[in-house]
């Protein structure tokens, strides 16, 4: 048990460093493209969380525009919207890769990924909506 602390401590002491990460990431490189698909599973939940959080963090940009007399962004140049304007966010995309979509109804806006599998309008998708008056 406490050799395993000690390789935990050296891990992180070599991670912290940015030689150290590149030596650690190249070493851990072929395990990692052997277990992506076990790794994408166990980590889609954590994703899926980080999502929920995003997606409510450019609802509230929105809602920031509407109140300067913006009006919403375009949908077909969202993701566009979201690189330039929501600056927390990986250029825009989610962590799957994918841009994020907007869909605008008469007073409902909802903000989405689409989700593990990479294509828009399944069960899978993430999304979060907001009702504004126009």
């Known amino acids: 048990m406490k050799w395993l602390l000690v390789i935990l401590i050296v891990i992180g002491f070599a991670w912290s460093v940015p030689a150290g990460r590149e030596r650690i990431q190249s070493a851990l490189r072929p395990a990692g493209e052997r ?9 889609n ?4 969380a980080g999502v929920r959080r995003e997606t409510d963090f450019i609802l ?3 809602e920031n525009e509407r ?10 140049g969202f993701h566009e919207w979201v ?11 989610d962590p799957w890769g994918q841009p994020y979509y907007l869909e605008v109804s008469r007073q409902t806006v909802t903000v989405g990924s689409a989700g593990p599998d990479r294509t828009r309008g399944t069960g899978d998708d993430v999304r979060a909506s907001r009702t504004f008056g126009r």
């Open 60 to 62: 509230r940009a929105i």
């Open 67 to 76: 109140q300067m007399g913006r009006g919403f962004p375009d949908p077909d």
């Open 35 to 43: 277990l992506g698909p076990v790794l994408d599973w166990a980590l």
């Open 83 to 93: 690189a330039s304007s929501v600056d927390a966010l990986n250029d825009g995309l």
């Open 45 to 48: 939940p954590t994703r899926r």
